[in-house]
């Protein structure tokens, strides 16, 4: 049996790491203080900084037709 396909304690921690990046990323656009172009490439290099192992299935924060800047 390998341990390929486990979920490692690493990689558990990296989502949440990546999860709270994403609320406070969200939080700068709520607050105006990023724009909308600006949370999507916070959000690509929190992507890259974490390497979240579950981002395809963390839902999407940011609705891009209800915000209009």
């Known amino acids: 049996m390998t341990t390929d396909r486990f979920f ?3 990689q558990f921690q990296q989502d949440i790491d990546y999860y ?3 609320i406070i990323t969200k939080a700068l656009l ?6 909308l172009e600006e949370y999507h490439k916070m959000s690509e290099l929190n992507a890259q900084s ?6 395809d299935i963390f839902p999407n ?4 037709t209800a915000v209009q800047r």
Do not use: K, W
Request: aromatic fraction near 10%.
């Open 8 to 10: 490692t304690p690493e």
């Open 20 to 22: 709270r990046a994403q």
């Open 30 to 35: 709520d607050a105006e203080l990023i724009s």
């Open 50 to 55: 974490f390497s979240p192992f579950l981002v």
């Open 61 to 64: 924060t940011v609705d891009s």
